[in-house]
């Protein structure tokens, strides 16, 4: 199968959420949550990371995430991640309570599309201070792809983590799973990273974007937002609508895509120093905020 009907599939059986210009929406992806080890590229952002979600919680936003939110190449276990990084996770419970959370999977949470293996491992866990069961994400669903639709203006967005426009991520993620664990994590000490990774290679990142460009262009310029290259991407109305949230293990930033109001931004999140010299998180509007409605067909 290739790119185009690995796309084709996932749009055909993606799920539909509705949505006017009053709803909010924050789109995240490729957080790589470890376990806190020398290899959690997550654990230098989780401040930043940490300090966003309630901003964005406290607003009002629904939240999107559109894969490889879980690092599970590096680590064999949910729990451990969340062991990890529970603070993050208590804060997602919050947004998944009040029905604003929405779970796409990716190459590296691959493990995710089995409904069976998302009730075990993430529905509840075992709290050691109490000594019982908790509750975490209660009838949590991930899913492949999901498409937002306008309910005036009927226009679509296609949301999907991108690496259905990558064969050997997609078919082969078991392999290259394997080869993480044993090989290119233990290599990421002396500064050796992955090369089967499009976000580490150059060559493989470009192919990946042409192959979801040529979709786009072939499915009446459908606007889709991906991650999956870890590049940002922010098309002005006229060019091909591909979007690319890019990714929360920047080095001392992460970068999201808002919808607000019926526009549409790129922001990133980083450490500035403020006038009176305190180190703040602080967001920056990077591209936006547009229309979406100029991005219409």
């Known amino acids: 199968m290739n790119s185009r009907k690995r796309l084709d599939r996932a749009y055909k059986n993606a799920p539909v959420v509705h949505f006017d210009d009053n709803d909010k929406f924050i789109f995240f992806s490729d957080c790589h949550r470890g376990d806190k080890s020398f290899a959690d590229d997550f654990a230098r952002n989780e401040n930043i990371y940490h300090h966003a979600l309630e901003h964005y919680y406290a607003k009002g936003f629904t939240y999107f995430e559109l894969g490889d939110g879980d690092e599970l190449w590096e680590n064999i276990s949910f729990e451990s991640i969340l062991n990890a990084h529970k603070n993050v996770y208590r804060l997602l419970q919050k947004f998944h309570l009040e029905k604003r959370l929405h779970f796409i999977y990716g190459n590296h949470d691959m493990v995710y599309r089995d409904p069976k293996y998302v009730k075990k491992h993430l529905s509840s866990y075992f709290d050691p201070k109490d000594g019982r069961e908790e509750i975490l994400f209660e009838n949590l669903e991930y899913h492949e792809a999901i498409t ?3 309910c005036d203006t009927e226009q679509e967005l296609f949301l999907c ?32 990273s992955d090369p089967t990774s499009p976000a580490k290679n150059y060559k493989e990142l470009i192919k990946v974007e042409r192959r979801i460009k040529t979709w786009i262009s072939n499915n009446n310029n459908l606007i889709t ?23 929360c293990v920047h080095p001392r930033s992460i ?22 010299g305190t180190l703040r998180v602080m967001r920056v509007l990077l591209e936006g905020p547009k229309k979406l409605i100029d991005y219409r067909k």
């Not at 997609?170 to 050796?192: C, D, M, S, T």
């Not at 870890?230 to 690319?244: A, E, T, V």
């Open 161 to 192: 983590h991108g690496h259905q426009a990558d064969w050997m991520n997609y078919h082969g993620w078991r392999f290259n799973r394997f080869l993480v664990r044993i090989l290119w994590k233990p290599l990421q000490v002396f500064g050796i």
């Open 148 to 150: 937002l639709k306008h």
């Open 255 to 276: 970068t999201g895509i808002e919808i607000e109001k019926g526009e549409i931004s790129l922001v990133k999140w980083n450490i500035a120093t403020h006038n009176d």
């Open 225 to 247: 937002m991906t991650g999956h290259t870890h590049r940002p991407r922010f098309p002005q109305p006229g060019d091909i609508p591909f979007f690319n949230d890019g990714s």
